[in-house]
Protein backbone atom coordinates (compact mmCIF):
# COMPACT_ATOMS: atom_id res chain seq x y z
CA UNK A 1 0.00 0.00 0.00
CA UNK A 2 1.53 3.36 -0.69
CA UNK A 3 -0.01 7.01 0.23
CA UNK A 4 1.29 10.01 -2.33
CA UNK A 5 0.72 13.33 -1.46
CA UNK A 6 1.24 16.29 -2.94
CA UNK A 7 0.04 19.71 -3.50
CA UNK A 8 2.10 21.38 -0.73
CA UNK A 9 3.71 24.97 -1.43
CA UNK A 10 4.54 28.81 -0.69
CA UNK A 11 1.68 30.65 -0.06
CA UNK A 12 0.93 34.15 1.72
CA UNK A 13 -1.38 34.40 4.47
CA UNK A 14 -4.89 34.49 3.34
CA UNK A 15 -4.15 32.46 0.51
CA UNK A 16 -5.38 28.86 -0.65
CA UNK A 17 -3.90 25.49 -1.58
CA UNK A 18 -5.18 21.93 -2.08
CA UNK A 19 -3.59 19.16 -1.22
CA UNK A 20 -3.82 15.56 -2.79
CA UNK A 21 -3.33 12.10 -1.31
CA UNK A 22 -3.68 9.26 -3.70
CA UNK A 23 -3.66 5.54 -2.61
CA UNK A 24 -2.48 2.67 -4.21
CA UNK A 25 -2.06 -1.29 -4.05
CA UNK A 26 -5.16 -1.80 -1.89
CA UNK A 27 -5.67 -5.41 -1.46
CA UNK A 28 -8.75 -4.50 0.40
CA UNK A 29 -11.23 -2.22 1.44
CA UNK A 30 -10.18 1.13 4.12
CA UNK A 31 -11.89 2.85 6.42
CA UNK A 32 -10.63 6.46 6.28
CA UNK A 33 -7.71 8.68 5.59
CA UNK A 34 -6.61 11.44 7.56
CA UNK A 35 -4.78 14.42 7.29
CA UNK A 36 -1.78 15.20 9.69
CA UNK A 37 0.61 17.73 10.24
CA UNK A 38 3.78 18.39 11.98
CA UNK A 39 5.45 21.87 12.36
CA UNK A 40 9.18 22.07 13.26
CA UNK A 41 9.75 21.57 16.70
CA UNK A 42 6.51 20.21 16.73
CA UNK A 43 4.34 16.87 17.59
CA UNK A 44 2.43 16.17 14.43
CA UNK A 45 -0.82 16.66 15.03
CA UNK A 46 -4.42 15.24 13.73
CA UNK A 47 -5.95 17.82 10.62
CA UNK A 48 -8.72 16.18 9.22
CA UNK A 49 -9.88 12.61 8.44
CA UNK A 50 -12.98 11.18 6.33
CA UNK A 51 -14.37 7.83 5.96
CA UNK A 52 -14.43 5.97 2.85
CA UNK A 53 -18.04 5.23 2.03
CA UNK A 54 -20.19 7.44 4.15
CA UNK A 55 -17.70 10.45 3.28
CA UNK A 56 -18.18 11.80 6.78
CA UNK A 57 -16.04 14.16 7.48
CA UNK A 58 -13.95 15.96 11.02
CA UNK A 59 -12.12 18.59 11.78
CA UNK A 60 -9.72 20.03 14.46
CA UNK A 61 -10.57 22.96 15.74
CA UNK A 62 -7.55 24.84 14.89
CA UNK A 63 -9.23 24.41 10.99
CA UNK A 64 -12.52 24.06 10.91
CA UNK A 65 -14.33 26.64 8.58
CA UNK A 66 -11.13 26.92 6.76
CA UNK A 67 -10.12 23.56 5.57
CA UNK A 68 -12.12 21.16 3.42
CA UNK A 69 -11.70 17.36 3.29
CA UNK A 70 -13.35 15.24 0.58
CA UNK A 71 -12.78 12.09 -1.30
CA UNK A 72 -13.39 10.64 -4.89
CA UNK A 73 -13.68 6.83 -4.01
CA UNK A 74 -13.05 5.92 -7.76
CA UNK A 75 -9.90 7.98 -8.30
CA UNK A 76 -9.04 6.44 -4.12
CA UNK A 77 -8.19 9.98 -3.49
CA UNK A 78 -8.76 12.29 -1.00
CA UNK A 79 -8.31 16.46 -0.77
CA UNK A 80 -7.38 19.05 2.00
CA UNK A 81 -8.78 22.05 0.31
CA UNK A 82 -7.35 24.68 2.70
CA UNK A 83 -8.51 28.10 2.83
CA UNK A 84 -7.75 31.75 4.79
CA UNK A 85 -4.23 29.99 5.72
CA UNK A 86 -2.33 31.21 8.08
CA UNK A 87 1.51 31.52 9.31
CA UNK A 88 0.77 28.62 11.88
CA UNK A 89 -0.45 26.66 8.79
CA UNK A 90 3.06 25.96 8.03
CA UNK A 91 4.03 22.25 8.72
CA UNK A 92 4.45 19.34 6.78
CA UNK A 93 1.15 17.31 5.47
CA UNK A 94 0.76 13.85 4.99
CA UNK A 95 -1.82 11.53 5.27
CA UNK A 96 -2.43 8.06 6.64
CA UNK A 97 -4.82 5.44 5.87
CA UNK A 98 -6.94 3.00 8.48
CA UNK A 99 -8.14 -0.11 7.26
CA UNK A 100 -10.67 -1.52 9.89
CA UNK A 101 -13.69 0.35 11.58
CA UNK A 102 -12.88 1.23 15.19
CA UNK A 103 -14.80 1.61 18.26
CA UNK A 104 -15.19 5.55 19.33
CA UNK A 105 -16.93 7.35 21.70
CA UNK A 106 -16.05 10.28 19.43
CA UNK A 107 -14.82 11.47 16.47
CA UNK A 108 -12.04 13.34 17.01
CA UNK A 109 -10.37 10.05 18.25
CA UNK A 110 -9.66 9.57 14.42
CA UNK A 111 -7.28 12.41 15.06
CA UNK A 112 -4.94 10.09 16.97
CA UNK A 113 -2.10 8.98 14.75
CA UNK A 114 -2.31 5.61 16.63
CA UNK A 115 -5.11 4.80 14.46
CA UNK A 116 -3.56 5.33 11.34
CA UNK A 117 -1.10 2.01 10.11
CA UNK A 118 0.18 3.77 6.70
CA UNK A 119 1.76 6.76 5.86
CA UNK A 120 2.38 8.80 2.84
CA UNK A 121 5.85 11.12 2.38
CA UNK A 122 4.18 14.17 3.13
CA UNK A 123 4.15 17.60 1.57
CA UNK A 124 5.53 20.98 2.92
CA UNK A 125 2.86 23.87 3.01
CA UNK A 126 4.79 27.10 3.92
CA UNK A 127 2.62 30.17 4.96
CA UNK A 128 4.71 33.42 5.01
CA UNK A 129 3.00 35.96 6.95
Known amino acids: VQLQASGGGLVQAGGSLRLSCIAS????????IAWFRQAPGQEREGVSWISRRAGVPYYADSVKDRFTISRDVAKNTVYLEMNNLKAEDTAVYYC???????????????????????WGQGTLVTVSS
Open 25 to 32: GFTSDYYA
Open 96 to 118: AVRYNRPILSAMSGMLDETMYSN
